[in-house]
């Protein structure tokens, strides 16, 4: 089992930024893919980014968003630039069983409870 948790959202501005950190509890963190999803109001939850070995991100966040982990705080983190009203949703952070990288979320084994970042325009 790997339990999550969330924390750094909140309110900003169009052109902000805020960083999102993940801490992992449980089975051996550099085990496991690692990944940022969100579900904006209204719609189905998305894929935003993750990282295995190397880091992969969905187009609507390249090039504003890193994301980064450090194993041996077992720590995800998601550095959000730029941000845009867009960018609007409950963040969650998932986890896999294994080191590949998959942007559907129900091939992910283990989630987050959310954190909620507002971007005002």
């Known amino acids: 089992q790997v339990q999550l948790v969330e924390s750094g959202g909140g309110l900003v501005q169009a052109g902000g930024s805020l960083r999102l950190s993940c801490a992992a509890s449980?089975?051996?963190?550099?085990?496991?893919?690692v990944g940022w999803f969100r579900q904006p109001p209204g719609k189905e939850r998305e894929y935003v980014a993750a990282?295995?070995?190397?880091?992969h991100y969905a187009e609507s966040v390249k090039g504003r968003f890193s994301i980064s982990r450090d194993n041996a705080k077992n720590t995800l983190y998601l550095q959000m630039n730029s941000l845009k009203p867009e960018d609007t949703a409950v963040y969650y952070c998932?986890?896999?069983?294994?080191?590949?990288?998959?942007?559907?979320?129900?091939?992910?084994?283990?989630w987050g409870q959310g954190t909620q970042v507002t971007v005002s325009s």
């Open positions: 449980g089975r051996t963190f550099s085990w496991h893919a």
């Open positions: 998932a986890a896999r069983t294994t080191l590949g990288v998959t942007t559907v979320p129900r091939n992910w084994n283990y």
């Open positions: 990282i295995g070995g190397t880091p």
